[in-house]
């Protein structure tokens, strides 16, 4: 099946869906955020995985919809918690509408996400809900601990690792995996799909972390560098502290992060001919290859047919090979 | 079975829960909120439910307080929306830390009521999870309503009764609900359940309106006349306005309503005055009396011993009676 008509199912269910009108002022911002696109990558993994097994994977559609609320609902919150102005080139439902609006919408959003789950049939329902509520929570740590590295000193790797493993890659897992237990598969496969879902998300925010420094910027549509800018502690960030005595580069890289008026070109290119020097960009890529490889080692072991296994293949060759 | 050995088992069980620590900063101000007590209403009344039938009423004690979490989880999203500094005589939580704690422990919490409740056992918990679903939903949109009726004009008491009943009423439905789903019980002793719950709710509202203004200091513990004061939208407040013309007191009334400032005492003593011209303290009792009657009609009708019947009949009559 092509990813194609997962995308139309998606759009189609996230275009029809109701989810609520009593009143209508709470559930408009839904619809709004809803609206704003996306990549619809969570539920587009659901329908692939629930499809390795079943002919009939239009009766994943709407929970595989539920991955899509929680996640939007997690940038409705996100949003307020960052004060970010623009989401997805719009404005966000806090500056669109207030802070309070957003805080109530978003709690009925997480709602809504538990009501789309209750479409799994019975047999496997407590399973989802418990790894669904684990997921849930993670999430929420993982923002937690972002929060709280904005203002650490000192981040290690592991620690970033953990942080991004609970803030985005366990609901690609989560995904996946849904789509098994909806499907029916034995816990082999399903714990398979969730690790190819998590290594998948590791590797993709790796990949984030290096199109923000080395990608086009026609290509990725926004400012090249933004994170150096803003001293952000990525993957490319933490490796080059962490090696910047063994390459000399200690005091030059201080001086950028503690200067508080500068060029933004300038300290650009600057910290990214330091991150050059210590060889940056090629350890996070050996990083991210090593993330994405997990997850073809886990697409490898399950127990499917290789022509089955194609569209997941791909969908995760195009993760690692995208350019924005 | 005596309301204190409930009370001792939920007390027990909020001391003893553990709702994660990973990391503790994202956890603290739940067990914060839930150690800073209340009346714990909810969790009693689904623990009396589910003895009814069930003798081993301690299996009910993970999901009663999955009700209590929730209840705790709407104060402290609602107390940032209302800007509220105190909650039970303590700072409340985006006060004692800030906004972005209070918006995304409160998310957890949400998710942690839904842990909780998967200790419902598996023939229950869909239904368990459906129900809990629509309360809480319909909680938000009483919020909303609640908001919105802040800056609305016009608010008629069927308007306010409706948000009273989905902002507080539902849940003591659920609680009551959720005890006899989990005891097995048939699905008119439920709907029974429910009923009783939701009437108790909107008595227990109405009765609070009227001793925010007929109450004695001493006993309800804060300043008599503080909706009055803040030009609440209370049932008083709405039975005042639909009757002022009959009794030739519009000018009177909206002259306070709209004057910006004033001694307090004098407006409590000044409104008081036009009620009472009016007979809304009677019109009120008569209400509140009303539901608190459909609630010992919903019990008469319920198919279990007299006897067993009897704790959730003081209960409601202590509701009933209560000064404060």
Redesign the interface.
Known sequence: MALKLYLEAINKEIAEHKY?N??Q??YDPLEYIMSLGGKRLRPALTLMSANLWLYNWQKAVKPALAVEVFHNFTLM?DD??DQAPIRRGQATVHEKWD??TA??S???M???A??LL?EVE?AN??HV??RF?RT??EV??G???D??FASKENVSKEEYIEMIRLKTSVLLGFALELGAIVAGADQESVDLLYSIGVNLGLGFQVKDDILDVYGEQAKVGKQIGGDIIENKKTWLMIDALEKAEEFGVVKELNTWLQKETFDNTEKVTAVKAIFDTIGVKQDAEQAMHGYFNLAFDSLKKLNVSEDKKQVIRSFAEDLLNREH
């Open positions: 609520g009593h009143p002022e709470l919150h307020i918690m802070t309070n805080i109530l978003g709690d009925v997480l709602v809504a538990y009501e209750a019975d329902f407590k809900i418990k509520n849930a929570a929420c740590e923002q937690q601990l929060m709280m």
